[in-house]
């Protein structure tokens, strides 16, 4: 995908992606079926064609400049502080950690293990804090940051 792609391209390769039933259907998947087993192969397809669905749909570049100006080159550059391990009040501000004490209801945690953004040992300390609490289920996927996670 070169940086040209309109919304409506995007939209229209995401379009072409194949169902999950429909490739079952192919032959050689029908044959991988009978070997491996049917439930592991929708499985495995549907992470596979997630993938496909959030590298074709992330990092829109027609965004990529503003989030590059205003995000990593602007707000996260002037909150760095290479002096305290990178960990500074204007990082300590974004921890979700401390208002977890007020979470009254269940909770479903998605995270992916390929997050370029909130790395999962986040998730991970969240989810600590919750157990016992509330009811609590953890899904980890090999996605990336944003979207839904592969079902």
Partial sequence: MDGNNSGQEISSLLRQIPAVDELLNRPGLRALAERCGHRLLVEAT?????NLRERI?????????YCNRTYRDGEFAKGRDRQTGDYNRF???RDLLPRVGGIKAAVLMAHAFNDW?????HSVRIVNALKGKVPLV??????????NPPM
């Fill in 46 to 50: 549907r992470k596979v064609l997630q």
């Fill in 57 to 65: 749909a992330s990092g829109n570049p027609a965004k990529r400049d």
């Fill in 91 to 93: 990082w300590a501000g």
């Fill in 117 to 121: 953004n909130v790395v999962p040992e």
């Fill in 138 to 147: 953890v899904y980890y996927h090999q996605g990336g940051h944003g979207g």
